[in-house]
């Protein structure tokens, strides 16, 4: 299966049956998928569709999204606005005929105000471990960000470090402890106000001034949705003539980069906040590409360090760095133009960036496919057409022949991408 042909959609009322069975195997009982049903599970299931069918209640069909491959539905995730929770989880308690295996009395609330909380997320026992899971979350914290509600939380079972570590990456933070549904949960929240702060360190600032001073990223650094700091090593090294850079050891030529002026710039941004990535540019990392962007702008803050020179003393590699990433297989003068392709690339999928959401989403690389062909007024310039079925106002054929293009460009100029 190829994770990059689902499609995450809202649910309808139709669905509100797999949304019932989701809900409860998020619960634990997977027995909701086995065929044949056996006749209890058969009733609840039906009892807990006419639930999901209502849109007054925590699990309405309304608060959920689905994942599905070729129109079949194989993963769920149910969020909604902790306003008002209490009276909601009342009604949707009080429509239960059986009573619940746990005192509600003693349940604590899950969520409250100023939450978007993430109820529950469900994929089908033969989809999972495949990062279905993941596409879901994100998609739910980009709903969250796009209702202007300050937190997304989620609760874990404190026994699952493999969720927790997931959630973690996607930049939730431990909050606390609930006790829910008879045990204790960990509660995660992010914050959807806060922007994304990338810190550069490099030798050479005045190279990134004019790129993160002009256009989109200009304009996204004064809207407030990402936070750019640059900072010159020299401030950090205690060299009265602010040398950051020494002979190497062994006597080959070239200068490295010490480690004194880094460490202690990193230490103090360290002090100051949480940063998920420290990354090294350098020719010799992982080779950066969309999804690695896609990963990184759901961070909260990660430090760029700019490799310079003949490169950096390995210690600092050892110590400090958690990514090492290259732009592609040249050599540059310096790590500040990888910096800024890197920094580029993340920024613009940050929700709100870019005017029209869609555009980023229908990017080449994005699922894998390159772009189809673009074109624009007048509609025949010295004989040169534009396609018939772009003038047609037809969606459907307009969307078809999209995929068209998209795939016969792809195979023709990099099948390679067509293999993964
Ligand atoms: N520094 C020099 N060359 C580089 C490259 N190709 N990618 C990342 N950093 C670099």
Not at 142 to 166: D, M, W
Not at 284 to 302: C, R, T, V, Y
Request: proline content about 5%; some cysteine.
């Amino acid at each position: 299966m190829n994770i990059d042909t689902i499609k995450i959609r809202p649910a309808n009322f139709d669905d509100s049956e797999f949304v019932a069975k989701s809900v409860m195997a998020a619960l634990g009982n997977d027995e909701v998928y086995a065929v044949p049903l056996k006749k209890e599970i058969k009733a609840t299931i039906e009892k807990i569709t006419s639930i999901c069918q209502r849109e007054d209640v925590l699990y309405s069909w309304k608060n959920t999204i689905i994942a599905e491959i070729d129109g079949k539905p194989i993963a769920s995730l149910t969020a909604y606005d902790g306003t008002n929770y209490k009276e909601i989880k009342e009604r949707t308690f009080s429509l239960f005929d059986e009573p619940l295996d746990f005192d509600v009395d003693l349940m604590q609330d899950e969520t409250r105000e100023g939450e978007y909380y993430i109820d529950s997320a469900t994929v089908l026992p033969e989809y999972r471990n495949q990062g279905i899971g993941k596409k879901l979350l994100i998609a739910s914290i980009e709903k969250g960000k796009e209702l202007g509600i300050p937190h997304v939380t989620l609760l874990v079972n404190p026994h699952n470090p493999k969720a927790k570590r997931l959630y973690r990456s996607l930049g939730f933070r431990e909050a606390g402890e609930v006790y829910v549904f008879g045990e204790y949960y960990q509660r995660m929240k992010l914050d959807t106000t806060e922007p994304m702060r990338i810190d550069i360190l490099t030798v050479l600032p005045e190279m990134l001034e004019g790129f993160l001073n002009c256009s989109i990223l200009a304009r996204a650094q004064k809207k407030g949705l990402v936070e750019i700091h640059v900072h010159n090593l020299r401030d950090w090294t205690l060299d009265k003539h602010k040398r950051v850079d020494d002979y190497p050891y062994g006597g080959c030529a070239g200068m490295v980069m010490q480690c004194e002026p880094i460490d202690r710039c990193i230490e103090s941004l360290q002090k100051e906040r949480e940063y998920d990535e420290v990354i090294f540019t350098t020719p010799d990392g992982e080779q950066f590409d969309q999804p690695m962007a896609n990963s990184f702008s759901m961070k909260k803050n990660i430090i760029i360090l700019c490799g310079h020179f003949k490169g950096v003393d390995y210690r600092i590699r050892e110590h400090l760095i958690t990514k090492e990433v290259s732009i592609g297989d040249y050599v540059l003068t310096g790590g500040e133009l990888a910096a800024a392709v890197m920094t580029d690339a993340i920024v613009r999928i940050i929700p709100g960036v870019i005017g029209d959401e869609q555009s980023a989403l229908s990017d080449s690389f994005q699922d894998n496919l390159l772009a189809p062909p673009v074109y624009t007024r007048p509609a025949n310039y010295k004989g040169w057409k534009v396609p018939e079925v772009l003038l047609s106002g037809h969606e459907k054929n307009i969307r078809n022949w999209e995929l068209e293009q998209a795939i016969e460009r792809t195979k023709r100029l990099r099948p390679d991408l067509l293999k993964n």
